[in-house]
Every structure is written in C-alpha cells, then in structure tokens.
C-alpha cells in the first residue's frame, strides 16, 4: 500500500515569474509529474498571484488527468473562481502577504462562521473541502464542525525540529491529531517541509492517506530532473 503524493507545481511558476516570462511552465511540470507517479497536482492560487497565475489554474484544469487540488485563502474573489472552474479538491489554508510561504495552519476555531459558509458553497459546486490546520485537537474538532471532507495537518513545526526530543514530541501530535480526525469521520493529508529525510515516519501514520510535498521536490529536480524526484518521492511513500 502506498501513501498518495500530491506534487505542488508552485515553485515551477516561482522560478518563471523571477523573470515575468514563459519558462519553465508549470503545465509541463504537472505532466511529467503525473508521468512519474504523482497523484494529485498541487496548486496555491495566491490572492497576490506571485507565482500560480489564473491560466496556469485554468490550463491545469483542462490537462490534468489525476486530480487538481486548489490551495487558497477563504476569501470572496478566490472562491467564485474555485465554483467556476472546479478543482476536485480545495484546500482552505491562511494566507498573508508578507509570508515567504504558508506559515502555519488556518484557524478553524476563531473562523468556523466563515469557513463553513465557504464549504457550504464549494460543495453545492460539488468541491471537496480540505482544511490546513496546525495538529491540535481544538482545531480538528472545528474542522468536523465547519463540514470539511478532510484536514491537512501541517507538518511545519515536525519538519523543522532540530533535536530528537523535539522531533519525537511534534510527530506525537501529528499521530494524535490524525488518530481524532479519522475518529471524526475526516479524511487525513498532511504537508509542508516534507522531503526525502523525513518523511517516513509521516507515511507511518495508518491514517495519513496523502501527502502534499512541493519545494523539496522541486529542489532536488533541478539536479535530477522533475520525473526521478517525483519517482524518488513515490518509492518513500510505500508502507
């Protein structure tokens, strides 16, 4: 059995915007991922568009063949263009503008009113609803309550301990808060600063069905190419 991968493009169109042009496209990188074994392609929408732009949203959605997965905040324009173009999946994550990336998990407790109307209207447009939240129980209870088909549990603070004691103590709330999401009916994904060093002990968790990696394999693509990243992601996720 294999943990599905779903392989975030982001960093392809960060590249292509350093310089406003046409290259590299994320299009080509969502085929050559999805050759490789992904399952799921990944995008962030951001409210500033700084790297995934509306057509690059609109031509994924035309091309890919898996499943497209739409990050973006819970805000009024980003969903109209969600309902219009209809990605399988929307991942509701917090967004500032003066984040380098997504730096730690959506509040479903203080915002549960919103969020809520947001899912009730994605899945009127027959959208699953993800939602990115930090692994603490208070925040996987408001998630059930809010509707969600699923949580992302943010594998920020995992990702980036620096000692044993550390390490141990953030997997230990991941295993928790996956154990009370499945108990509450939720499907559980987990992502960011996942790569191929720590991974592991993440796809160890009986109730994690995907991952979302971007930026390491994106990273490691400009030595090795983007298809043996991904097929060197895919063979860690294996149980």
Do not use: C, W
């Not at 109209?80 to 407790?109: C, H, Y």
């Not at 154990?179 to 109730?207: D, F, Q, T, W």
């Amino acid at each position: 059995m294999s943990v599905r991968l779903g392989v975030n493009i982001d960093h392809v169109a960060t590249l292509r915007e350093a310089r406003k042009g046409r290259e590299p496209d994320p299009l080509f990188a969502s085929h050559i991922a999805e050759m490789a074994g992904a399952d799921q392609i990944t995008i962030h929408l951001r409210e500033d568009r700084r790297h995934i732009q509306d057509r690059d949203l609109l031509l994924l959605r035309e091309s890919v063949f898996t499943a497209l997965n739409l990050e973006m905040a819970v805000s009024e324009p980003i969903v109209r263009i969600a309902l219009k173009v209809k990605p399988e999946t929307v991942t509701l994550v917090p967004e500032r503008r003066q984040e380098v990336t997504t730096e730690g998990g959506l509040d479903a407790v203080a915002g549960k009113k919103k969020i809520a109307a947001a899912i009730k209207r994605l899945h009127a447009g027959k959208i699953k609803v993800s939602l990115f939240i930090d692994p603490d129980p208070e925040q996987v209870q408001a998630s059930a309550e809010t509707g969600a088909d699923t949580v992302e549990l943010h594998t920020g603070a995992y990702a980036n301990a620096r000692t044993e004691r550390t390490t141990n103590r953030e997997l230990k709330r991941l295993r928790a808060a996956a154990e009370m999401a499945a108990e509450l009916k939720l499907r559980v994904v987990a992502g960011h600063g996942l790569n191929y060093h720590n991974v592991r002990p993440v796809v160890e968790i009986p109730e994690i069905e995907e991952v979302n990696i971007g930026h390491s394999i994106i990273s490691r693509s400009v030595f090795t190419g983007l298809e043996i990243a991904v097929r060197d992601m895919k063979g860690l996720l294996e149980r």
